[in-house]
């Protein structure tokens, strides 16, 4: 049986396919994903790029992450959502972010992530591995 997700942006000008299992799903606190969520951090998963369809126009801005990485952060330009991100240098990711899909609740993240920079008021008693870098993948 093949898994696949939809999603896409509050306006709808995005939707986005993607006819695969997750290679895995994260929390992440990195202080670029509290920027680019609005929050104190980032739900995304991880898929191969090679399953991701997407139609309608994606805006990014490029950041350096914090391992250095270049990570380009895609959104819609008429709604702002945030969609996905990618790195420049791990061109066959697609880092989609769990809230643009249609169905988040089926994604459910497997750590945390980047955990240094956690808000310190944010309590999550959900027993998932907190790692100070990115996961393994
Ligand atoms: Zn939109
Ligand atoms: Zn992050």
């Known amino acids: 049986m093949s898994e696949s997700h939809t999603g896409g942006c509050r306006c709808g000008q995005i ?30 998963a991880f898929f191969p790029g090679a399953a991701l369809s997407l139609t309608g126009e994606l805006r990014h801005y490029a950041v350096k992450g914090t391992a250095g990485l270049t990570v380009q952060r895609h959104f819609c330009p008429n709604c ?8 420049v240098e791990m061109p066959d990711l697609a ?12 994604v459910p993240p497997g750590n945390h992530v980047w ?3 956690m808000v310190s008021w944010l309590k999550m008693d959900d027993g998932l591995p907190r790692l100070p870098g990115n996961p393994p993948l």
């Open 115 to 117: 955990c240094d920079s």
């Open 15 to 44: 939707r986005y396919r993607c006819e695969a299992a997750p290679l895995g799903a994260s929390l992440c606190h990195c202080r670029d994903c509290q920027y680019a969520s609005g929050g104190p951090f980032s739900a995304v």
């Open 80 to 87: 702002g959502t945030p969609i996905m991100s990618t790195l």
């Open 95 to 106: 880092i989609m972010k769990i809230g643009s899909l249609d169905q988040p609740s089926a």
